[in-house]
C-alpha cells in the first residue's frame, strides 16, 4: 500500500510512521512521499533521514487552502507517486473537493481531539480552556467539511488536575503517534 504524507510541522507524527516502517511496524504500508506547504518544515528533515523522496511544493497564491495554482501542483505530484492512501499528518492547510475528488476515499486525517468535539485550529487548547476531563485524538477520513468526515479510530487521553496545556500536548501527541501507526498498519493489511 502506498503512502504519501502531507505536513506541514516538525512532523513527529509522519516521525512515527517512518520508524515504524524501519522497524517493520507498519504492515504492508510503504511510505513513498513527505510533501510540505511550509519550506522551513522539520518535516522535511525525515527525507535524508529515511531516505524518502521529501519536498516543498509551494501551496501559492492562497494562505489557509489549498486551491487553484497551488491545489494543482499538489495534485499532480501526489498523484506522480500513485497513492493508495494520503495522510494528513499536521497539514495546516484546507484541503478542497477537487484534491479530494482525484484521490477518493483515501485521504484521511489526524486531528488532536475527540470529534466532533474541538475541530479547526488549536484543538488541543480548545479542550484545555473549556475544562473538559477527556479529550485524545482521531483519525477519520477527510471530506470538504472541516474535520467532519467519518471516522476510523480515536484514542482518549484524561486530562488530570495537575495537567498544563503543555503536559496535556505532550499526551496527545504521544496517543497521536501510536493512534496514526495503528491505524495505516491495519488499512494495509485491509488493502489487496
Ligand atoms: C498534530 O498534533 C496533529 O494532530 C495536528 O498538528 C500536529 C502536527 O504535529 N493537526 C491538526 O491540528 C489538524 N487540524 P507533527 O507535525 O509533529 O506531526
Given amino acids: 500500500m502506498r503512502v504519501v504524507i502531507l505536513g506541514s510541522g516538525r512532523g513527529s507524527n509522519a516521525e512515527a510512521l517512518c520508524i515504524a516502517q524501519q522497524e517493520g511496524g507498519l504492515g504492508r504500508a510503504r511510505i513513498v512521499a513527505i510533501f510540505t506547504d511550509r ?11 529515511f ?10 497564491p ?37 484534491f479530494l475528488a482525484a484521490f477518493a476515499g483515501k485521504v484521511i486525517n489526524l486531528h488532536p481531539s475527540l470529534l466532533p468535539s474541538f475541530p479547526g485550529l488549536d ?52 496517543a497521536e503517534h501510536r493512534l496514526l501507526v495503528g491505524v495505516v498498519a491495519r488499512l494495509s493489511q485491509e488493502y489487496v
Fill in 123 to 174: 484543538g488541543i487548547g480548545q479542550a484545555f480552556r473549556h475544562g473538559v476531563k477527556y479529550t485524545g485524538c482521531t483519525v477519520h477520513h477527510v471530506t470538504p467539511e472541516i474535520d467532519a468526515g467519518r471516522i476510523i479510530d480515536q484514542t482518549v487521553v484524561r486530562i488530570e488536575e495537575d495537567d498544563t496545556l503543555e503536559t496535556l500536548a505532550a499526551k496527545i501527541h504521544a
Fill in 51 to 60: 531516505d524518502i523522496d521529501a519536498r516543498y511544493l509551494d501551496p501559492a
Fill in 39 to 49: 519550506p522551513e518544515a522539520g518535516i522535511l528533515a525525515l527525507g535524508p533521514r
Fill in 62 to 98: 492562497f494562505k489557509t487552502k489549498l486551491e487553484g495554482e497551488g491545489e494543482r501542483r499538489y495534485l499532480e505530484a501526489v498523484a506522480a507517486c500513485a497513492p493508495d492512501l494520503v495522510v494528513l499528518a499536521g497539514f495546516m492547510r484546507v484541503v478542497k473537493p477537487g
